[in-house]
């Protein structure tokens, strides 16, 4: 079964903070995506990768950075967390310009 | 810039009470509409891709169908595990095919027994 493993599922941490979020696929994908996804907004792609140490930016990009030295493995960074960056964090992976296959999902609060 | 629009935002219907979604897009060319279903504090599950106006999927009590402009997923006689956030996303011709889709904001589906 094919899979998209975040590394926590919740997480409090305190505005100032560096903050890490994992993301491990294990499909062979060459492209992998962060979303953020608030009440009322929808999901927000936040970055996305398209090989191993390339990265675009996505719709809401500010306040974040991305590493992607594995082709499995796609991070989020928070480097300076804030309390408007409290949200539901979603990682994908797909083959291009096929499904997306998501994880459970980071519930983070920032306080 | 691309667009999805989802109708209603939320829906509440009794249970075998059939229904359609509603998904309104505004792409310069689709390469692919996507449904998915998400139930609460978990990611979502990929339900179907439409890339042609005209095309339909099935699966159980589901159908999405597609037209150049929208497309619909019909409930057939819910039942109560039919409840549940379903998202619509659209992936535009104009990206590279590695690109994230856009997508709506959801409708909240809820099946009463």
């Known amino acids: 079964d094919v899979k998209v493993t975040q590394s926590s599922r919740y997480l409090v941490k305190r505005t100032g903070e560096k903050v890490f979020l994992e993301c491990v696929q294990d499909?062979?994908?060459?492209?992998m995506f962060w979303y953020r996804q608030d009440p009322g907004l929808g999901l927000r792609l936040i970055y996305f990768s398209y090989d191993v140490k390339m990265k675009e930016k996505g719709d809401i990009p500010e306040g974040y950075s991305v590493s992607r030295e594995k082709k499995e493995r796609f991070s989020l960074i928070l480097e300076s967390a804030s309390t408007n960056q409290t949200s539901m964090y979603l990682c994908?992976?797909?083959?291009?310009?096929?499904?997306?296959?998501f994880g459970s999902g980071t519930q983070l609060s920032v306080l | 810039e691309d667009q999805v629009t989802q109708s209603p935002e939320a829906l509440r219907l009794q249970e075998g009470e059939s229904s359609s979604l509603n998904c309104s897009y505004t792409?310069?060319?689709?390469?692919?509409l996507f449904w998915y279903r998400q139930d609460p504090g978990k990611g979502p599950e990929f339900l179907f891709t439409l890339y042609s106006a005209g095309e339909e999927k099935e699966k159980e009590r589901l159908k999405a169908t597609l037209t150049k402009k929208e497309s619909f997923l019909h409930i057939t006689a819910p039942k109560p595990e039919d409840s549940a956030t379903y998202l619509c996303a659209v992936q535009a011709t104009s990206g590279g095919g590695a690109d994230g889709l856009t997508f709506g904001k959801g409708t909240h589906l809820i099946i009463q027994p």
């Open positions: 994908a992976s797909r083959r291009s310009n096929e499904k997306l296959f």
């Open positions: 499909m062979d994908h060459e492209n």
């Open positions: 792409v310069s060319g689709l390469r692919g």
